[in-house]
């Protein structure tokens, strides 16, 4: 599965435009990755950051030894986001089991 990660308040503690640099991985978000990419699935990291962070982005996501596919930046900024293949996460160590009920909804469906 192509799997999209957010990365503000989602992989990193959510931090002010000129701090991002300063932001922390949050708990279990460094192994949950590595295991999602480890079980064959694609990450790619969604980002309302600009453009113009492109270069300090991914240097903090290697830094920080986050592996991912693609990174993908401009997303836009908003108060919900619907989507029906979203997954409200809650706790990374919980997400394989998310994936994999969408995955098995997804199959039944078609």
Known sequence: ???????DG????????FERPLA???????EGIRLLR???????IYTARSWAEYRMTVDWLRRNEIEYDALMMGK???D???DDRAICLERWEHLPEQI???RRKK????
Do not use: F
């Open 1 to 7: 599965m192509v799997i999209v990660v957010d990365l």
């Open 10 to 17: 989602v992989i990193c503690t959510e931090e002010r435009t």
């Open 24 to 30: 922390r991985p949050k708990e279990g978000a460094r």
């Open 38 to 44: 480890s079980q064959g699935h694609v990450i790619i």
């Open 76 to 78: 836009p900024i908003y």
């Open 80 to 82: 919900v986001w619907v």
């Open 100 to 102: 994999e009920a969408l």
């Open 107 to 110: 199959e039944q469906a078609n």
